[in-house]
């Protein structure tokens, strides 16, 4: 028999105390007294994990095993040591017994009853509300002490400062550390001088060999930045500076790109005050660094439009998925460069992205034409229409399938007028003439929803033929003034007709979106154009738009 132990805590503190030890004694002595061997590869323990989630080290490996088909046996005190969550109570122990392994709970011993497995999912709901109950009181007792100012809203010390080991979160064991300090200063006091910026703070540090409060060689703008603006920095303590965002994937060209779960900085006004510490930074000072960087950040190259760039702020590299700005070299060559290559950006990536510099002048021209081709063939829009809204009924398809619809709900009424007769005259008894009268009213839901969806569709195809009409209508207004549009004009078409232009080596792809009405959603479709590096075409016959179909 080879049996496998998992144990888990869910915090450090615990893991301290010894109570994984615990559990790990007592799965010891159990597998003894059945005389099962164990070695030391078979003991799976998580330190300081949380049930609440799938990602722990420990809970990974015996997983890996017993899809390896290693073990026959796994022990546990307890379901809520598996997970918190009966959902993964549930998943976990389905994906461990397809393989043949049998999982065993001390505390609650289950067998293949479905009373058992149905006893199993109640404790793990009971757990998982247990949970939510215990961090919502959690919550609420840390906020009150912030708001005492006796405990600190600190998960890592900041980068120069030290606390007592004791009393990690106690404002009373804060102190400067010194050496740490001095690193702050500088960074202040050179930012203050005259073209002090951050890209050159961040080649300085890295010259110098300064580590980054992490510990890491490579400095980022974003990180001097967080020092530079640190309210730590000159002795005032704020909580609840942060709120969590739920994660939001790109499910079309209309989300932009990069928009993933994480942290979000409240507003000032929304932070809770905690305490006072030592201050590194006089006020005057940091109050003289939040100005140049506000100046700075107004008058940045990026926040100014002396060049003319038609695709500014749309195109991205379809390699690395960053985007790439605009820039003009020697004041006559404009590029779109891959951001990965910019000094900000290329400092704190491993990873080379081999893409080369776009000629923007090329590229605008290239994706203007295209564009033009677009608004003089709205045969294109009309089947991105329809490819959009597919699945519309025919007139005739459309009337007989209502008439279906009226029919089985006449029938549906007669069932009730007829199943209520009955129960009057005493043929069923009450409990079976509720629960067919149930049933009936629920086919009459149903049929009611179909009969909505129908309208709706309805609604959908007439709504077609007339957005059909008026895209025809506005690109034949359009389509006379092309050739005469003004830069600022050729720009506000962009806007309002590209969401993106994605740039692999050999190939520009123009996802365009529609907009129908203000209402409706909006519809997109793609071109491919291909060699956006030959030579400027001389006539409208050489630009060729290779369609990837409607998306």
């Known amino acids: 028999m080879r ?26 002595e159990y597998a003894a007294s059945q005389g099962w061997l164990l070695s030391d590869d078979a003991i799976f323990r998580d330190d300081g994990h949380s049930g609440a989630t799938l990602n722990r080290p420990g809970l990974d490996r015996l997983r890996d095993k017993v899809r390896a088909a290693e073990v026959d046996r796994i022990l546990l005190t307890a379901p809520d040591r598996l997970a918190r969550n009966y959902v993964h109570q549930m998943v976990l122990l389905e994906e461990l017994e397809r393989t043949g392994s049998q999982v065993q709970f001390l505390d609650r011993p289950m067998t293949a009853d479905p009373h058992d497995h149905l006893l199993l999912q109640i404790r793990g709901a009971v757990a998982e509300y247990e949970r939510t109950l215990i961090a919502e009181r959690m919550r609420r007792g840390r906020l009150a002490k912030y708001r005492a100012g006796v405990l600190l809203p600190w998960t890592r010390r900041p980068f120069g400062y030290s606390v007592d080991p004791d009393r990690p979160r106690d404002p009373a064991g804060v102190s400067i550390d010194e050496v740490e300090a001095a690193v702050i200063k500088q960074i202040f006091a050179q930012y203050l001088e ?57 499910l079309s060209p209309l989300k932009p790109i990069g928009l993933y779960g994480g942290e979000v900085r409240r507003r000032p006004e929304e932070w809770t005050f905690v305490t006072k510490i030592p201050a590194i930074i006089s006020e005057e000072e940091f109050e003289l660094v939040q100005a ?41 060559n404009s590029y779109y460069i891959c951001q990965s290559k910019m000094g900000a950006v290329s400092s704190r990536r491993d990873e080379y992205c081999p893409a080369r510099f776009i000629p923007a002048k090329q590229l605008d021209e290239i994706v203007w034409q295209d564009l033009c081709e677009v608004i003089r063939e709205p045969e294109l829009i009309r089947q991105a229409l329809e490819r959009a809204w597919s699945g519309n009924w025919l007139p005739q398809e459309m009337q007989a399938r209502r008439e279906n619809l009226r029919r089985g709900r006449r029938s549906l009424e007669r069932q009730i007028e007829r199943l209520t007769e009955a129960y009057l005259k005493e043929v069923i008894p009450l409990a079976e003439y509720e629960r067919r009268r149930r049933d009936l009213e629920q ?5 009611d929803e179909q009969a909505k969806q129908m309208e709706r569709q309805a609604e959908r195809t007439a709504e077609l033929a007339g957005v059909v009409a008026s895209v025809e209508d506005f690109t034949a207004r359009i389509g006379r003034g092309l050739a005469e549009a003004t830069f600022e004009q050729r720009r506000q078409l962009v806007e309002l007709l590209i969401d993106r232009v994605v740039v692999s080596n050999e190939e520009v792809e123009i996802r365009y979106v529609v907009p129908t009405n203000k209402t409706s959603e909006q519809v997109h479709f793609s071109h491919l154009r291909a060699d956006y590096r030959a030579r400027p075409p001389r006539d409208q016959a050489e630009l060729r738009t290779l369609p990837l179909g409607f998306c």
């Open 194 to 250: 005259p073209g002090g910026n951050l890209n050159r703070l961040v080649r300085h540090l890295m010259a110098q060999g300064v580590r980054t409060p992490s510990g890491h060689k490579r400095w980022s703008q974003a990180t001097v930045r967080g020092m530079l603006t640190n309210l730590t920095y000159r002795g005032q303590v704020f909580a609840g500076r942060w709120r969590r965002r739920d994660p939001k994937r790109r």
């Open 3 to 28: 049996v496998a132990l998992y144990a888990r805590v869910s915090t450090n503190r615990q893991a301290l105390m010894q109570s994984i030890d615990q559990q790990l004694d007592r799965l010891r």
């Open 443 to 447: 086919r009459e839901e149903a049929l």
């Open 292 to 332: 140049k960087l506000a100046r700075n950040r107004a008058t940045a190259r990026r926040n100014n439009h002396v060049h003319d760039y038609l695709l500014r702020a749309l195109v991205s590299c379809g390699l690395c998925k960053l985007t790439c700005p605009a820039k003009t070299m020697n004041k006559k």
